[in-house]
């Protein structure tokens, strides 16, 4: 049974689409690592400036503490809304991407041909005399 797992998993593993699927999260990895720069160095800075100078990573909330004092415990919102903007961002681009590469594969697929209507057997054609001799039949 583990010989046979073990097989699946080498013909899983030296298939193409693997190697593909692995180029491809190393790019979206880095890919993902300049959006979070886009976004945290770029538009966020420019939005907090136009909410009145507010850096978004300072947005937080002080909750109490329940036991005791101690260092204060954040509830940082601020970071959760980059991570939001940084997650549309991100599937917009991905969006556009596939939406590319679907128009891409459309052009270059030839369209497929119409198939062609398959023989009448037997039964339909004795079907299809019947009518006639019915049709004949209530013309009279």
């Known amino acids: 049974m583990m010989k046979k797992f073990l097989e699946e998993f080498k013909t899983f593993a030296v298939r ?4 593909d699927l692995a180029v491809g999260v190393i790019i979206g990895g880095a890919f993902g690592a300049i959006t979070t720069s886009l976004i945290g160095d770029v538009i966020m800075p420019i939005l907090g400036m136009f909410i009145g100078g ?3 990573k300072d947005l937080a909330v002080e909750l109490p503490h329940i036991f005791g004092s101690g260092e204060p415990i954040l509830l940082s919102y601020g970071l959760f809304l980059q991570a939001v903007f940084n997650f549309i961002i991100l599937a917009l681009v991905v ?9 891409l594969r459309t052009k ?17 054609v004795l079907l299809g005399e019947i009518k006639m ?4 039949i209530s013309e009279k």
């Open 54 to 56: 507010v850096d978004f």
């Open 16 to 19: 193409g689409n693997v190697m």
């Open 108 to 124: 270059e697929a030839p369209a497929p041909e119409p198939e062609a209507e398959p023989e009448p057997g037997k039964e339909e």
């Open 95 to 103: 969006f556009l991407l596939v939406k590319g590469m679907n128009k």
């Open 133 to 136: 001799l019915l049709e004949k």
